[in-house]
Protein backbone atom coordinates (compact mmCIF):
# COMPACT_ATOMS: atom_id res chain seq x y z
CA UNK A 1 0.00 0.00 0.00
CA UNK A 2 1.37 3.58 -0.99
CA UNK A 3 1.86 5.89 1.84
CA UNK A 4 1.53 9.58 2.12
CA UNK A 5 4.75 11.34 2.40
CA UNK A 6 6.62 12.28 5.49
CA UNK A 7 7.21 15.87 5.72
CA UNK A 8 9.17 16.97 8.47
CA UNK A 9 9.85 20.66 9.29
CA UNK A 10 13.20 21.63 9.25
CA UNK A 11 13.35 25.96 8.92
CA UNK A 12 11.17 28.66 9.45
CA UNK A 13 11.26 32.02 8.28
CA UNK A 14 9.18 35.37 8.58
CA UNK A 15 9.60 38.20 6.78
CA UNK A 16 7.75 41.33 5.13
CA UNK A 17 6.89 40.55 1.83
CA UNK A 18 7.52 43.91 0.32
CA UNK A 19 11.44 44.05 1.58
CA UNK A 20 13.87 41.92 0.30
CA UNK A 21 17.19 41.38 2.29
CA UNK A 22 15.66 40.36 5.96
CA UNK A 23 15.98 37.23 7.01
CA UNK A 24 14.68 36.12 10.28
CA UNK A 25 15.42 32.41 10.14
CA UNK A 26 18.34 32.72 12.94
CA UNK A 27 15.85 34.31 15.42
CA UNK A 28 12.59 32.66 14.48
CA UNK A 29 11.54 29.82 17.52
CA UNK A 30 8.03 29.28 16.45
CA UNK A 31 5.76 29.61 14.02
CA UNK A 32 1.88 29.78 13.93
CA UNK A 33 0.43 29.07 10.72
CA UNK A 34 -2.99 29.60 11.41
CA UNK A 35 -5.55 27.13 11.92
CA UNK A 36 -8.32 26.68 9.37
CA UNK A 37 -11.96 26.20 10.29
CA UNK A 38 -14.83 26.27 8.06
CA UNK A 39 -17.57 28.00 9.67
CA UNK A 40 -20.54 26.57 10.37
CA UNK A 41 -24.41 27.27 11.29
CA UNK A 42 -26.12 25.20 14.10
CA UNK A 43 -30.00 24.10 13.14
CA UNK A 44 -31.96 22.36 15.99
CA UNK A 45 -35.40 22.65 14.23
CA UNK A 46 -38.27 22.45 16.90
CA UNK A 47 -39.96 19.54 15.14
CA UNK A 48 -36.65 17.68 13.92
CA UNK A 49 -34.97 14.98 16.25
CA UNK A 50 -31.56 16.62 16.34
CA UNK A 51 -29.18 19.37 16.16
CA UNK A 52 -27.08 19.68 13.05
CA UNK A 53 -23.86 22.37 12.45
CA UNK A 54 -23.98 23.12 8.73
CA UNK A 55 -21.04 24.45 7.15
CA UNK A 56 -21.27 27.38 5.27
CA UNK A 57 -18.79 28.57 2.26
CA UNK A 58 -16.53 30.84 4.69
CA UNK A 59 -13.70 29.99 7.23
CA UNK A 60 -13.04 32.04 10.64
CA UNK A 61 -10.94 34.51 11.35
CA UNK A 62 -7.27 34.15 10.54
CA UNK A 63 -4.77 34.33 13.45
CA UNK A 64 -1.34 33.73 12.73
CA UNK A 65 1.83 34.11 15.12
CA UNK A 66 5.19 34.02 15.02
CA UNK A 67 7.84 34.17 18.51
CA UNK A 68 11.42 35.86 18.03
CA UNK A 69 14.46 35.28 20.35
CA UNK A 70 14.86 38.49 21.27
CA UNK A 71 13.38 41.98 20.75
CA UNK A 72 13.20 42.79 16.87
CA UNK A 73 12.64 46.40 16.14
CA UNK A 74 11.46 46.42 12.73
CA UNK A 75 8.43 44.18 13.88
CA UNK A 76 7.25 47.69 15.61
CA UNK A 77 7.79 49.34 12.04
CA UNK A 78 4.11 49.94 11.24
CA UNK A 79 2.55 47.99 14.36
CA UNK A 80 -0.93 48.17 13.77
CA UNK A 81 -0.68 48.85 10.36
CA UNK A 82 -2.11 46.37 7.63
CA UNK A 83 1.28 44.82 4.97
CA UNK A 84 1.83 41.70 3.54
CA UNK A 85 4.03 39.08 5.33
CA UNK A 86 6.00 36.03 4.18
CA UNK A 87 5.81 32.92 6.03
CA UNK A 88 8.37 30.28 4.61
CA UNK A 89 9.26 26.94 5.78
CA UNK A 90 11.32 23.80 4.65
CA UNK A 91 9.75 20.56 4.60
CA UNK A 92 11.81 17.16 4.13
CA UNK A 93 10.07 14.65 2.34
CA UNK A 94 11.82 11.51 4.09
CA UNK A 95 10.37 9.36 1.49
CA UNK A 96 11.28 10.90 -1.49
CA UNK A 97 14.58 12.88 -0.01
CA UNK A 98 14.14 16.01 -1.48
CA UNK A 99 13.55 19.22 0.24
CA UNK A 100 9.98 21.32 -0.27
CA UNK A 101 9.61 24.44 -0.09
CA UNK A 102 6.11 25.85 1.61
CA UNK A 103 5.22 29.99 1.50
CA UNK A 104 2.01 30.77 3.94
CA UNK A 105 1.72 34.90 2.39
CA UNK A 106 -0.31 36.92 4.96
CA UNK A 107 -2.20 40.04 4.81
CA UNK A 108 -2.68 41.58 8.07
CA UNK A 109 -2.17 43.75 11.31
CA UNK A 110 0.64 42.57 14.01
CA UNK A 111 -1.20 43.87 16.89
CA UNK A 112 0.44 41.97 19.74
CA UNK A 113 3.25 41.57 21.71
CA UNK A 114 4.08 39.88 24.48
CA UNK A 115 7.74 39.58 26.34
CA UNK A 116 8.92 36.41 27.84
CA UNK A 117 9.43 37.02 31.29
CA UNK A 118 13.36 38.15 31.31
CA UNK A 119 16.24 36.34 32.68
CA UNK A 120 19.68 37.07 31.91
CA UNK A 121 20.69 33.31 31.93
CA UNK A 122 18.12 32.37 29.71
CA UNK A 123 17.69 33.65 25.53
CA UNK A 124 13.85 34.72 25.67
CA UNK A 125 11.74 35.96 23.02
CA UNK A 126 8.57 38.13 21.99
CA UNK A 127 5.17 36.44 20.77
CA UNK A 128 3.80 38.79 17.70
CA UNK A 129 -0.04 38.08 16.84
CA UNK A 130 -1.63 39.27 13.67
CA UNK A 131 -5.28 40.43 13.73
CA UNK A 132 -7.18 41.93 10.88
CA UNK A 133 -6.26 39.10 8.09
CA UNK A 134 -7.91 40.32 4.86
CA UNK A 135 -5.28 38.06 2.69
CA UNK A 136 -4.25 34.42 3.15
CA UNK A 137 -2.84 31.79 1.07
CA UNK A 138 -0.73 28.48 1.32
CA UNK A 139 1.29 26.76 -1.11
CA UNK A 140 3.42 23.70 -1.10
CA UNK A 141 6.29 23.52 -4.23
CA UNK A 142 4.30 26.26 -5.71
CA UNK A 143 1.14 24.25 -5.59
CA UNK A 144 -1.96 26.42 -3.92
CA UNK A 145 -3.14 24.21 -1.09
CA UNK A 146 -5.46 27.33 0.09
CA UNK A 147 -6.26 30.61 -0.86
CA UNK A 148 -8.45 33.27 1.54
CA UNK A 149 -9.33 36.73 -0.17
CA UNK A 150 -11.35 39.37 1.61
CA UNK A 151 -11.60 42.06 -0.53
CA UNK A 152 -12.16 39.30 -3.63
CA UNK A 153 -14.49 37.71 -1.63
CA UNK A 154 -12.48 34.46 -2.84
CA UNK A 155 -12.06 31.03 -0.68
CA UNK A 156 -10.07 28.13 -2.57
CA UNK A 157 -9.07 24.96 -1.33
CA UNK A 158 -7.01 22.99 -3.65
CA UNK A 159 -7.86 25.31 -6.82
CA UNK A 160 -11.80 24.61 -5.50
CA UNK A 161 -13.78 27.32 -5.12
CA UNK A 162 -16.27 27.62 -2.12
CA UNK A 163 -17.33 30.85 -2.75
CA UNK A 164 -18.03 30.62 -6.99
CA UNK A 165 -21.42 29.47 -7.00
CA UNK A 166 -22.91 32.06 -4.53
CA UNK A 167 -20.72 34.94 -6.23
CA UNK A 168 -22.33 33.49 -9.28
CA UNK A 169 -26.08 33.87 -8.07
CA UNK A 170 -25.39 37.53 -6.78
CA UNK A 171 -24.23 38.44 -9.85
CA UNK A 172 -20.68 39.45 -9.18
Not at 130 to 151: G, S, T
Not at 156 to 170: H, I, N, T, V
Amino acid sequence: MAQAPLLILTAVDVRRATQTGLSRANTITTLTIPPIKRVVAPHNPGGGIMEVDFTLPRIEKLEPAFKAAGLDADVFRGMGERDKWTFAASYVDKQAGVTRAARGIIEGCITSWEPDESDPKEFKGCNHAFAEVVHFEFLLDNVEWCYFDFWEREARFMGKSLFEDQRRALGA
